[in-house]
């Protein structure tokens, strides 16, 4: 009978141990390393520690190409200035990195407006200002980029109508804390970004304190018939920072945000909202306006951008002018109400083959939602008597989920569908100017808009 063989680390080849390291985390081949010889040197082994610099940090071959350390003493360097971050760092990163890419191409001169990284003593410093803790990804975050300098436009986002303005600045962490709130209503709220022409902000809760979740980012919204001004509800953004940056930025870079006059504008385009009669093609894009909107009363504002557009392969004979509009609007209750008049915004544009028309209107809810559809009335430029209908699609406006205030309702509850039978319906304001020539007056969050009927 053959003598049975001791297996032994020491005679087992490197190749297979390598394979087997390579599927353990960080920590696990430190631990490893601990074991015998024979594992502290291939948990050296400088491919591993490359996957894990790569995963954890992104440094690339160039990276490591400007340096002398091995990848594991990179990783190390890294892990003893960011390591408390090490679940939040790769995300965040690639979510700034593929937003200053984006903006280079896109919008150059925000590039320009970005802070560098702050650094923990800084942060810390910060807490003990505001006597509250800050979550570890948004501490993470401003480690890479600390927020924006106050300018327009600002990196989160702009809305414009002819007598409304709002570009929102990403705010660096000491303007921040110096805007931390402790007043009834919105204690222990940090602000994360600031508009000049409004003063709306968005902030996190640093504590769940008056009906808040912890970390969520709201914008606040007072209870204008409220005799407490501490009656606050809130329109919910995020549930974490992570959570808001990166479906913001994953927003931007993928085009779902347009580039108007090198600011981003964060209306939604649905694909389905698009309808092509003949040679013309109309699709439309929304956005929900929180600092126009309420609560209670209901009144929820939203804003809506049309693209009109004459195929490129249209006969010229084909050309047209824009004569009159229709819409039918239906609220969440089902009630409907029809508009219709002359022109857009004030406007009878002309389309041609390859022409494109755009222009911003808007119109109030008192439901969470609703929805509209229409037609444009055209004439022949040829021929006026020659008159057709292009089809406007069906797009819908929904008012994000919100929490009423504690004061009013004596315990927090969030609504994010509900409807209530109001007297009004809805205002269409297609005769707003385009938003392009958009001035700086801004209307009253409870104030109606003028309607063209």
């Given at each position: 009978?053959?003598t049975?063989?001791?297996?032994?680390?020491?005679?087992?080849?490197?190749?297979?141990?390598?394979?087997?390291?390579?599927?353990?985390?960080?920590?696990?081949?430190?631990?490893c390393?601990h074991?015998?010889?024979?594992?502290?040197?291939?948990?050296?082994?400088?491919?591993?520690?490359?996957?894990?610099?790569?995963?954890?940090?992104?440094?690339?071959?160039?990276?490591?190409?400007?340096?002398?350390?091995?990848?594991?003493?990179?990783?190390?360097?890294?892990?003893?200035?960011?390591?408390?971050?090490?679940?939040?760092?790769?995300?965040?990163?690639?979510?700034?990195d593929?937003?200053?890419?984006?903006?280079?191409?896109?919008?150059?001169?925000?590039?320009?407006?970005?802070?560098?990284?702050?650094?923990?003593?800084?942060?810390?410093?910060?807490?003990?200002?505001?006597?509250?803790?800050?979550?570890?990804?948004?501490?993470?975050?401003?480690?890479?980029?600390?927020?924006?300098?106050?300018?327009?436009?600002?990196?989160?986002?702009?809305?414009?109508?002819?007598?409304?303005?709002?570009?929102?600045?990403?705010?660096?962490?000491e303007?921040?804390?110096?805007?931390?709130?402790?007043?009834?209503g919105?204690?222990?709220?940090?602000?994360?970004?600031?508009?000049?022409?409004?003063?709306?902000?968005q902030?996190?809760?640093?504590?769940?304190?008056?009906?808040?979740?912890?970390?969520?980012?709201?914008?606040?919204?007072?209870?204008?018939?409220?005799?407490?001004?501490?009656?606050?509800?809130?329109?919910?953004?995020?549930?974490?920072?992570?959570?808001?940056?990166?479906?913001?930025?994953?927003?931007?870079?993928?085009g779902?945000y347009?580039?108007?006059?090198n600011?981003?504008?964060?209306?939604?385009?649905?694909?389905?909202?698009?309808?092509?009669?003949?040679?013309?093609?109309?699709?439309?894009?929304?956005?929900?306006?929180?600092?126009?909107?309420?609560?209670?009363?209901?009144?929820?504002?939203?804003?809506?951008?049309?693209?009109?557009?004459?195929?490129?392969?249209?006969?010229?004979?084909?050309?047209?002018?824009?004569?009159?509009?229709?819409w039918?609007?239906?609220?969440?209750?089902?009630?409907?109400?029809?508009?219709?008049?002359?022109?857009v915004?004030g406007?009878?544009?002309?389309?041609?083959?390859?022409?494109?028309?755009?222009?911003?209107?808007?119109?109030?809810?008192?439901t969470?939602?609703?929805?509209?559809?229409?037609?444009?009335?055209?004439?022949?430029?040829?021929?006026?008597?020659?008159?057709?209908?292009?089809?406007?699609?069906?797009?819908?406006?929904?008012?994000?989920?919100?929490?009423?205030?504690?004061?009013?309702?004596?315990?927090?509850?969030?609504?994010?569908?509900?409807?209530?039978?109001?007297?009004?319906?809805?205002?269409?304001?297609?005769?707003?100017?385009?938003?392009?020539?958009?001035?700086?007056?801004?209307?009253?969050?409870?104030?109606?808009?003028?309607?063209?009927?």
């Amino acid at each position: 009978m053959a003598t049975s063989t001791e297996l032994s680390l020491e005679i087992l080849p490197s190749d297979p141990l390598l394979l087997i390291l390579s599927f353990l985390d960080f920590k696990d081949l430190i631990s490893c390393s601990h074991v015998s010889r024979r594992l502290q040197e291939l948990s050296n082994h400088n491919p591993l520690w490359k996957r894990h610099c790569q995963k954890h940090w992104l440094l690339s071959e160039s990276d490591k190409a400007q340096r002398t350390q091995s990848w594991k003493d990179l990783f190390r360097e890294f892990y003893s200035d960011l390591g408390r971050y090490i679940e939040h760092y790769a995300t965040l990163k690639r979510a700034w990195d593929d937003l200053k890419r984006y903006l280079d191409q896109e919008c150059p001169r925000m590039i320009i407006s970005l802070k560098d990284g702050v650094k923990d003593d800084e942060l810390n410093a910060i807490e003990a200002q505001i006597g509250c803790k800050l979550p570890h990804d948004y501490r993470c975050s401003f480690r890479i980029h600390n927020g924006q300098k106050l300018v327009v436009p600002g990196l989160m986002g702009s809305m414009a109508l002819s007598n409304h303005y709002r570009s929102e600045d990403l705010l660096d962490i000491e303007t921040a804390a110096g805007g931390f709130q402790q007043r009834k209503g919105l204690r222990q709220c940090l602000p994360l970004t600031f508009c000049f022409h409004t003063g709306l902000s968005q902030y996190m809760a640093l504590e769940s304190v008056e009906g808040r979740h912890r970390y969520e980012i709201f914008y606040h919204c007072p209870d204008q018939m409220a005799r407490d001004p501490s009656a606050i509800d809130m329109f919910i953004t995020g549930s974490c920072f992570t959570e808001w940056f990166t479906s913001y930025v994953h927003s931007v870079v993928t085009g779902g945000y347009p580039i108007i006059r090198n600011q981003i504008f964060r209306y939604v385009h649905d694909k389905e909202c698009v309808a092509t009669t003949g040679d013309i093609t109309v699709s439309v894009s929304t956005s929900f306006l929180p600092e126009l909107s309420s609560v209670h009363p209901p009144h929820y504002f939203f804003t809506y951008r049309i693209r009109i557009e004459m195929s490129k392969d249209a006969l010229p004979e084909n050309a047209c002018q824009l004569d009159s509009r229709y819409w039918k609007i239906t609220n969440a209750n089902g009630n409907v109400e029809e508009v219709q008049g002359p022109g857009v915004v004030g406007e009878f544009p002309v389309m041609q083959p390859g022409k494109v028309h755009e222009y911003a209107s808007c119109t109030t809810f008192s439901t969470t939602s609703g929805h509209m559809e229409g037609h444009y009335t055209f004439h022949r430029l040829k021929n006026k008597e020659v008159m057709f209908n292009i089809t406007i699609p069906r797009f819908h406006m929904v008012c994000p989920p919100f929490r009423k205030s504690v004061v009013r309702t004596g315990s927090a509850s969030d609504v994010s569908h509900t409807s209530w039978n109001d007297e009004e319906n809805s205002t269409d304001t297609d005769d707003y100017e385009d938003a392009e020539q958009g001035g700086l007056g801004f209307p009253a969050p409870s104030g109606h808009c003028p309607r063209r009927i």
